[in-house]
C-alpha cells in the first residue's frame, strides 16, 4: 500500500477487567449519616428522659415508704398512739386503725374489730364485716398487732401453734390471696404455766377500689383484747 494511506485509530476494550471502583456521591452519603446521627441522639434523650423520670418517682416511693416505716416498729414493733393520732386528726390519705373489742369470728376466722370508738377511726376506707374496704386505689401499709396470752399451759397442752395472717379478697379474682402469716408457737415448755407474747405483721402493698383486707387468728382464745391498744388493725395509703 502507498506511503499516504491513513489507517484508522484502533481501541481495545477488554470486558472483562475488574477492581475499577465505583466512588459513590459523598453529598448523599453525609446527608444519611447526619440524618442517622440525629435520630441516635434522639432516641439516647428520649431514653435518659425516662430514666430520669423513673428515678424520681422510686426517689418519692422510697421517701414514702421510709415515712411510713419510722412510723411503725420493727418485726416486734406497734404501731405508736402518737402516729395514730396523727393520721386520726389530720388524715389526708385514706387512712383506718381498728381496735380489739368483744372479738367473735366468722366461719372464716376472720377476727372482728371495733371502728369507731377510743383510738379507732376511719378516713377514706370502709368497715364491714371485720375487713378494711378498700375506697381510693394505691400503695398502703397494712399492719396488726395481737397480744397473745394463755392462763395455763397444763390445761392447754404444749407445743401448740397460732397462725396470724393478712388477707385480700378483690373482686376480679374468686380466691382470697394471703398477704402475710406469722406462726407463732405457745406453750413450749414442759415446766411452763402462764403465757404471753406478741404477733406484729407489716406490708406494703398495693389495693384496688372494693379490696377487702381482714386478719385470721387460727386460735381465737389465745388473742387477748384488753382496752384496744393490745390488739389492732389498720393501713393507711403511702
Known amino acids: 500500500m502507498g506511503e499516504g494511506v491513513v489507517y484508522p485509530s484502533v481501541f481495545v476494550v477488554d470486558s472483562q477487567q475488574h477492581g475499577v471502583p465505583f466512588v459513590p456521591p459523598m453529598r ?18 428520649l431514653a435518659l428522659a425516662g430514666v430520669a423520670t423513673e428515678g424520681y418517682f422510686l426517689f418519692r416511693f422510697q421517701r414514702e415508704l421510709a415515712k411510713a416505716a419510722s ?10 398512739e ?18 380489739g373489742a368483744a372479738f367473735t369470728t366468722t366461719t372464716n376466722s376472720s377476727l372482728q374489730w371495733e371502728p369507731s370508738k377510743d383510738l379507732a377511726f376511719l378516713h377514706d376506707v370502709e368497715y364491714q364485716a371485720g375487713a378494711l374496704v378498700c375506697v381510693k386505689p394505691g400503695y398502703y401499709y397494712i399492719y396488726s398487732k395481737l397480744q397473745l396470752r394463755v392462763q395455763s399451759c397444763s390445761q392447754q397442752g404444749q407445743n401448740s401453734f397460732l397462725i396470724h395472717s ?4 378483690t373482686p376480679r379474682y374468686p380466691e382470697e390471696m394471703k398477704l402475710m402469716e406469722n406462726l407463732v408457737s405457745y406453750c413450749d415448755r414442759k415446766d411452763a404455766g402462764f403465757w404471753q407474747d406478741g404477733s406484729f405483721l407489716g406490708g406494703l402493698f398495693h389495693l384496688e377500689e372494693k379490696d377487702r383486707v381482714y386478719v385470721n387468728a387460727s386460735q381465737r382464745q389465745v388473742v387477748q383484747v384488753k382496752d384496744g391498744t393490745r390488739s389492732y388493725f389498720g393501713i393507711f395509703m403511702i
Open 71 to 80: 412510723q411503725v416498729g420493727g418485726e416486734a414493733g406497734p404501731v405508736s
Open 82 to 99: 402518737k402516729s395514730i393520732q396523727d393520721r386520726k386528726h389530720n388524715a389526708e390519705k385514706p387512712a383506718a386503725h381498728v381496735i
Open 28 to 45: 448523599g452519603r453525609r446527608r444519611a449519616c447526619r440524618h442517622g446521627q440525629v435520630f441516635l441522639a434522639a432516641l439516647v434523650s
Open 166 to 169: 393478712i388477707y385480700k379478697k
